[in-house]
Structures are given as C-alpha cells and as structure tokens.
C-alpha cells in the first residue's frame, strides 16, 4: 500500500504488476557473470544456461518477523523503515502478480486514500485561513481600540485647553476689574488728599485737637468742573475719558458711539452702584446732576 502510495505518480502505475527485470534481486549480478563467463569460455555460455541460472536466484526478499515478501532491496528498506522489522533473507517465492480485483482494489484503496490526503489537506488549509482570519480582525480591533483611544486623548487635550482658555478669560476680566477697583481707591484717596490740603480744619490732627463736626458735612458741596467717567464696554474692555460736569450725557453716549471696541448695536448705559439704567430722557440732562461726578463708572449694556 505504501509502495502503491509512494509510487502513485509513476507513468507504470497502470501496467501490468510484473517487477521490471532490473528490480528483480540478484539480476545485474548475473549479468555480469555472465559476461564474465562469455568472456572466460567463449561462446559456450547460451542464453538458455544463463536463464537456468537465473531460476536459482532468489526472486525476492522475505522479512524474517512477517513474512512479507519485498521485491526489491528497496522495498525492503521501506519495510524496514516502516515496520523496524530488521531481519530479511533472500526467497526464491516469487511474488504473485496481483489479480485483476486485487488491481482494481488496490487502486480504489489508493484513490480512497489520495482523496482523503486531499480532504485532510484542505480542512488544514480551512484551519489555518481561519486562524489567518481571525489574527487579522484581531489586529484590526487592535488597531481600532488604540484609533480610539487616540481620539480620546485628543478629545481631553482640546477639553483642556478649552478649560485653561475660560480660566484664564476669567483672570483677565478679574484682573481688569481689579485694576478698575484699584483706580477708584487711588482717585478716592487723591481727592481726599487734595481736599485735606485745601482745607486744613479737616485734617486728623485738627479733628483731635477741635471736635466740632466734620467741616465736610457742614459745608455746601464742593463744585466740581470736571467728570471723570471709566465706561465698560460689553466685551469687558473699558474706555476711560473725562468730561465737563455740565455736559449731557448724550455726550458720553456719543462719546461711546465713536470709540467703542466691542459688538456695535443699540446700547443703554447703566451704573451698578446705585444701580441704575439711563433713559433716553436722562440724556439731556448734565453728568452732576446724575450723580456722576467727580468720577463714575458706566456700562454699556446691549439694548434688547
Ligand atoms: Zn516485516
């Protein structure tokens, strides 16, 4: 059957089973003894006493453990690598040409077996194409998840950066508005400086030294020409700019027409402290009788 197998692809797989002469045991040795004899004795040596000769040669081998008969040295090792049967002798049982049916099975044996290497053969590669397969979805998953987790990362960062953007808007704003407070103490503490330096009764060492009231509360107030007026726009940016104390608030308002940096539009303008939107008919009248002067601060809202 091995044999069969391993010589499937034979051009005489087909033909008779006769051993070709050149397999059978012992046969080129006999030629040349042949020739040896021709060359000893002449032309007594016939092809008739050479083929008696050949009749006591052995035809086969013949495994010493199983009894096979081999018909070639080759088989024999076959044999002998198969089975590790390793004791053969030399036989003159010639092995029997196989029957028809004997061919015809053999055959169908082989066929049989040539389809079920084929079928073998090809769930392997089945196997291994699934295998293939399921490696590449793998990496692929592998590579969708790191995709994602890329954009993850890059979703935080610009989280982030968006957080850190607003933070820092807002220091900005603090720091304006600071600085606008900070503006306010120091004209505050200027003013009253220079209201200590024009009037001497109302300094602390001559609050001590007199305890009549304060001069300041007594007196009509002080007439102020000038109004200074910090005007803060909608986009947090602030406009700074003095004015006459008798000028109309549409002066300011046109003022703010003309210089604003931010989002043009209708606007109203409004103190927080009071708190108090300006009307249209507010605007005729002049900054100190709105209570704006010496200084104010004004914001500019967007009209709805
Ligand atoms: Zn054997």
Redesign the pocket.
């Known amino acids: 059957m091995d044999w069969l197998f391993a010589h499937a692809d034979d051009p005489d797989i087909d033909e008779p089973f006769d051993a070709p002469k050149g397999n059978v045991l012992g046969k080129e040795s006999t030629e040349s003894t042949g020739s040896a004899i021709q060359e000893g004795h002449g032309e007594t040596a016939t092809s008739s006493g050479a083929s008696a000769e050949q009749d006591l040669q052995a035809r086969s081998l013949k ?1 010493d ?2 009894s ?1 008969l081999l018909k070639s040295e080759l088989d024999a090792q076959a ?1 002998a690598a198969k ?1 590790q ?1 390793s004791s053969f002798s030399e036989s003159v049982e010639e092995i029997k040409p196989l029957t028809e049916e004997e061919k015809k099975e053999q055959l169908a044996r082989l066929q049989e077996r040539i389809k079920q290497k084929r079928l073998e053969k090809e769930e392997e590669e089945k196997k291994d194409q699934i295998a293939r397969e399921k490696m590449r979805r793998n990496q692929g998953r592998d590579l969708g998840v790191a995709k994602q987790k890329l954009e993850e990362a890059e979703m935080r960062k610009i989280a982030e950066e968006r957080r850190r953007e607003k933070m820092e808007e807002k220091l900005a704003r603090q720091r304006v508005k600071e600085q606008i407070e900070k503006d306010k103490r120091d004209r505050a503490a200027k003013f009253a400086k220079e209201k200590e330096a024009s009037n001497p009764a109302a300094s602390p060492a001559a609050k001590v030294a007199s305890p009549t009231p304060a001069p300041a509360a007594s007196q009509p107030p002080k007439e102020y020409t000038d109004c200074r007026l910090q005007i803060r726009l909608t986009n947090g940016q602030a406009l700074t700019q003095t004015f006459g104390a008798k000028e109309p608030l549409s002066a300011v308002r046109l003022y703010v027409e003309m210089n604003r940096t931010d989002a043009q539009g209708p606007f109203s303008l409004m103190t927080s402290f009071p708190r108090r939107v300006f009307s249209s008919s507010d605007m005729d009248m002049p900054l100190d009788s709105l209570g704006l002067v010496p200084s104010s601060v004004l914001i500019v809202t967007r009209m709805q």
Do not use: L
């Open positions: 495994c453990e199983c096979k044999h089975t049967h």
